[in-house]
């Protein structure tokens, strides 16, 4: 098991930046590979970014794309998402999530993590 617990949402306004974090704890953080998604108001999730075990290779949706950046300290078994320029159309929970084993290439598909976080709430206002 792994337990995920996101921190760092609020309400900011549009062109403002927000930093994510995701303490995992329970088994070995660098045996996982890392994933942001998350969820608007009646919308599927979906998902934002994706980092491998070692940290070297990165994915992201289109859509923020040059915004944001995720990265990862496996010594402090965190995971983080640096959002910048925020729209009002990034508001959603944002969830991180774990996906076994050491893989090279990010995963982007939410069945392929078996472990999520609660979710953290992150407001763009304009």
């Known amino acids: 098991q792994v337990q995920l617990v996101e921190s760092g949402g609020g309400l900011v306004q549009a062109g403002g930046s927000l930093r994510l974090s995701c303490a995992a704890s329970?088994?070995?953080?660098?045996?996982?590979?890392m994933g942001w998604f998350r969820q608007a108001p009646g919308k599927e999730r979906e998902f934002v970014a994706a980092?491998?075990?070692?940290?070297?290779?990165?994915a992201y949706a289109d859509s923020v794309k040059g915004r944001f950046t995720i990265s990862r300290d496996n010594a402090k078994n965190t995971v983080y998402l640096q959002m910048n320029s925020l729209k009002p159309e990034d508001t959603a929970v944002y969830y991180c999530?774990?996906?076994?084993?050491?893989?090279?290439?990010?995963?982007?598909?939410?069945?392929?993590?078996?472990?999520w976080g609660q979710g953290t709430q992150v407001t763009v206002s304009s």
């Open positions: 999530a774990a996906s076994p084993g050491r893989q090279w290439v990010p995963r982007s598909g939410a069945l392929e993590y078996d472990y």
């Open positions: 329970g088994r070995t953080f660098s045996n996982y590979g």
């Open positions: 980092i491998t075990w070692r940290g070297d290779n990165t």
